[in-house]
């Protein structure tokens, strides 16, 4: 079993940026793919990016492809999720979550996730 707390959601302006933080409890940290995704009402459920257990292997959703950056520092168990540019229309809960690969998170299959942390743009 593997615990989530996310952080650094926050209120910004358009075309500002946030770094959202995300700490995992646990030994295995290294053997989980690491993700986040987001929820905003009225709206389905966006995976937005993924790293593989290392973090070589990254991969973006179109509709933050360029501006968001996902990280992870397995020596911390924390994955970090860099946000820029951001947009009114990213505005949500953002979660972090695990998988068992990048791909899989990326296809919405997901073993866990926290609690999430909620992220506004005004424009």
């Known amino acids: 079993q593997v615990q989530l707390v996310a952080s650094g959601g926050g209120l910004v302006q358009a075309g500002g940026s946030l770094r959202l933080s995300c700490a995992a409890s646990?030994?295995?940290?290294?053997?989980?793919?690491m993700g986040w995704f987001r929820q905003a009402p009225g709206k389905e459920r966006e995976i937005v990016a993924a790293a593989s257990r290392s973090g070589g292997i990254t991969h973006y959703a179109d509709s933050v492809e360029g501006r968001f950056t996902i990280s992870r520092d397995n020596a911390k168990n924390a994955v970090y999720l860099q946000m820029n540019s951001l947009k009114p229309e990213d505005t949500a809960v953002y979660y972090c979550?695990?998988?068992?690969?990048?791909?899989?998170?990326?296809?919405?299959?997901?073993?866990?996730w926290g609690q999430g942390t909620q992220v506004t743009v005004s424009s």
């Open positions: 646990g030994r295995t940290f290294s053997t989980y793919a």
């Open positions: 979550a695990t998988g068992i690969s990048s791909g899989a998170v990326m296809s919405g299959i997901l073993n866990s």
